[in-house]
């Protein structure tokens, strides 16, 4: 289930970078990020993500900045 899929949303990009600003994932319109750079497993921890997306509502897009922690089960 993706969250952003609903019936308003009619496209949107995510990028998530770590604290230093390397982008470690980027996406449009689809795909969910797996917790993996360059086919490795990153470390636990925040990382900063930007979501733009578009709905049905509005010709301007919107962008919210935030962060995601990332946990991993041992």
């Not at 899929?5 to 770590?18: A, G, L, P, Q």
């Not at 449009?28 to 049905?56: A, H, Q, T």
């Amino acid at each position: 289930y993706y969250p952003l899929m609903d019936h308003r949303v009619t496209e949107y990009s995510v990028k998530i970078y770590n604290r230093w600003g390397e982008k470690m994932y980027e996406t449009e319109n689809s795909g969910m990020w797996d917790g993996k750079f360059k086919n490795d497993d990153v470390p636990p921890g925040v990382y900063f993500v930007i979501l733009r997306y578009k709905d049905c509502r509005s010709e301007e897009p919107f962008e919210l900045n935030g962060t995601v922690t990332l946990f991993r089960e041992k």
